[in-house]
């Protein structure tokens, strides 16, 4: 147990969500459009998910996925957001460009998969490799990204700005992947869920 908690909190920093928070903050102004509360799927967003698993996905099924391998389940206690995570170890044929993904987790609600996280070995930080996973999914993301320091997101954001009422509702629904260089550990951390969801589970490790 101690040593998921450790692996559960090591995925995402408060840098990261900072970046995620100034995505919102930075909404700028426009026209209104009847489809500007209308998110992208996670399908059309990033189609075949990650390792084959799908935000919004059925949990019964994504835990069948045959990626994931020597799978641990908890509950989670006094999160709102979230019912149970299942920590995870992927085969070595699991890779992105060419990069194996080493293990991860999947985090529900309800019956549904709202998040995904994988751990991705690099070298170091100037490892070529890094850059080619960020551009692999770059060709695979239909959205567009940000770089900010370690982190690089992708998102589709409305033009115009939103409410506090309308971000909510949006964000609930609204896909991101999340890309992050962990210089200590040699990896990249890549979070994948609704922005809701991701928000509420950066401010649940930063605790």
């Known amino acids: ?102 293990d991860g987790f999947i985090v529900r609600k309800d019956d549904h998969v709202v998040l995904v996280g994988t751990g991705i070995s690099i070298k170091n930080a100037d490892d070529p490799l890094a850059e080619s996973v960020v551009q692999s999914f770059q060709s695979q993301v239909h959205s567009a990204f940000q770089h900010t320091g370690d982190n690089v997101l992708f998102v589709k954001l409305p033009a115009r700005h939103l409410t506090a009422d309308e971000l909510e509702g949006y964000s609930k629904r609204a896909p991101v992947l999340l890309v992050q260089l962990e210089a200590k550990s040699h990896e990249l951390a890549v979070l994948y869920g609704y922005l809701g969801p991701v928000n509420a589970f950066g401010g649940l490790t930063s605790d």
């Open 1 to 102: 147990m101690q040593q998921n908690q450790k692996t559960w909190n090591r995925w995402l920093s408060a840098t990261a969500l900072g970046a995620l928070l100034m995505s919102a903050a930075s909404l700028s102004s426009g026209a209104a459009r009847v489809d500007d509360l209308v998110p992208q799927t996670p399908s059309a967003f990033l189609p075949g998910g990650l390792l084959g698993i799908q935000i919004g996905g059925s949990w019964g099924e994504s835990k069948q996925n045959p990626s994931l391998q020597q799978l641990t389940c908890q509950p989670i206690a006094d999160a709102s957001d979230f019912d149970e995570v299942c920590f995870f170890r992927t085969s070595t044929a699991s890779r992105v460009a060419g990069a194996q993904i080493h």
